[in-house]
């Protein structure tokens, strides 16, 4: 059963298949059971489609993801963007009886979000495409670079979960925690982190991967996915 | 009247004067009139206080600001860190009849996430402590490469506020979009960013400065102030 909400419908999502910002939306949109369409964005191609005059009227930052849904109070469409808040904003407004996604406990639902932050501020703003890109410019290696940041930043969340952690980053529901932990291993990955030393990142990561929302979420299987 | 929570009590906010993510805290915590004890914690001094072996079990990122808390469901003290984890966290759990800090109609509580986490996702993490010091081991000068990354997210923050500007960032209520603004406008002011061309920025600015919470919450009037 899909889950549904009377002021938004007709969502979509402008997403880029390995932009991990765009993945978090589409694991709390399968996560959540939302319908959703899939719009791509090329970040790379023509200097990026992002950058088009089009897209900065969506969002000014030219940034994926944003989303697009038709707001039946305001009778128009309407655009939202950063991840963190569509994130928060589906959690409360198309609510799941078998998923929440955000635990009921203030003090763990406080957790989480810090879990969450700590990858959306800490980690991934420092190694994204336009900060490489800027580093490219210096004597610095790119990937050096964000192989710092990512090493540094999964150390502290390897110790930081070890305080919630069961099955998943907290307790043994899926929460926003473990939809921001994922995108970031594959980006470590990419940048040559040895996740390896991360043992509970990596448990929890085995315990999530093989599950149906996350298999559909993953890059190589987005519509504009590229070998 | 103050604030208060049934569950959670005691607070100690561990902070650096001049740190825009403990100036954050100290906003949320002032407009909603929540009582705090004051622990400063120096980033600079001896290598920072941040780094010693007792906050770090605090906090394993090593970064300011972290809540203390008494918890009395756990019976114990309780630590959260990251900035929006703690606001979000305030907000749901001392609820103030005048002040909320986020907006109840749903699309305008999500633009104004979007609006924060433009500033702590896209701006601030590029240009902190840490990021400096690595950038001064290259040949980047790391003035310009702040003043870069800020001068480029105020400007999307001044194109993005327009859609739900009114007397601050939302409406005619301070909500979070407006604490995490004001930090951020001194951080471009201390890396010379013009900040006289965004109108929208400086007017809303102009209607918050010489507010009671934010006199207060200002890096110069912390216990810990430098010259």
Redesign the interface.
Known sequence: MNSSNI?FSNLVLYSYWRSSCSWRCRLALNLLKIQYEYKAIHLVKNGGENHSEEFHKLN????VPVLELF?N??NKK?Y???S???I??LI??FKNEKVSLLPED??L???T??LY??I???I???QNLP?LN?VA????NKVD?AN?WINK?LE?FE??VKETKGKYCVGNDITIADIYLIPQLYNARRFNVDVSKFSNLIEIESNLKDLDEFIKASPENQPDAEK
């Open positions: 002021r000014p930052a030219e940034k707001d109070q305001q309407v939202l963007n950063e963190s808040a569509i928060e904003f409360e407004n203030s003090f639902k406080a957790k979000r810090t932050n700590h959306s501020c800490n991934q703003p420092i900060v800027k410019e210096s004597n610095i670079w710092f930043g502290n110790e930081m």
